[in-house]
């Protein structure tokens, strides 16, 4: 068998090839973020259009703001912690634990009733005075900011103390929409960015509550590590195309207001 011989220049050619691959790889970085269960979705799509971009992998951690802090304050290695709420970057701030400056608002939540039953829910809320209804579902108050905004809206109608015994709460509110989406509790409140998708039309029914019945669900970013990575990509979350996407999934974002 006849070897095929490669001249110089070719060899030259490859080997310098190889080194900007290896050096493209070197560079690439690993982001773990630790994220509120609501913004999981248009997460996923942001952190995916960023790695095409960027070359870095974003690991996305969700699940409730409470509980991620608790996590935080205890050592957890994440790099950046997207939150359901401003008190809990805040504190990490004034704590030393984040890095100054780092803080902004990122998305602005919407709450909804909603249940996957077409023409369940009326437009107004007023199914929430049926006493026939056994089951509603919130997140916890004291762990969730969207369960402490359901807990607002039922305070304002009057009819938190008629709930009191019928409440399932979710430690989260993905959970809270589990038991919701599964059909095992009828309705609940929810972040409208769990059914609302660029496009599509929602599925079920729901009520968008005003947002006179609730304390403004601003969610803040902040950065935990000095990273290159983690920057850009805070860098990223500010871009026009992004802020598109947050729409999309029914936030609002500070532009808007």
Known sequence: MIGM????PLLSLIAATTLLLIAGRSMADELRMAVSSNFAAPFDVIAG????????????????????????TNGAPFDAFFAAD???????????????????????????????????IDPDGDVLTDRRIRHLAIANPRLAPYG?????????????????????????????FQFVSSGNVALGFVAYSQVKRPGS??????????????SPIAQ?????????AARDFMAFMREE?????????GYGVPDDE
Do not use: D
């Open 5 to 8: 011989k490669l001249s110089n």
């Open 49 to 72: 259009r960023f790695e095409l971009r960027t070359g870095h992998k974003v690991i996305q951690i969700s699940g409730s703001t409470g509980k991620h802090y608790a996590q935080i």
């Open 86 to 120: 401003t008190a809990r970057p805040a504190l990490l701030e004034q704590q030393g634990v984040a890095l100054p400056g780092s803080r902004f608002t990122y998305a602005l939540g919407k709450l909804i009733l909603w249940s996957p039953t077409a023409g369940y």
């Open 148 to 176: 402490r905004a359901a807990e607002e809206v039922l305070r304002a109608r009057g009819e938190w103390q008629s709930y009191q015994g019928r409440l399932v709460r979710g430690e989260n509110i993905g959970q809270t």
């Open 201 to 214: 039309p929602v599925e079920g029914s729901l009520w968008l509550v005003p947002r006179s019945l609730y």
């Open 220 to 228: 803040q970013a902040v950065l935990l590590r000095e990273k290159p």
């Open 241 to 249: 195309e992004t802020l598109q996407t947050i729409r999309g999934f």
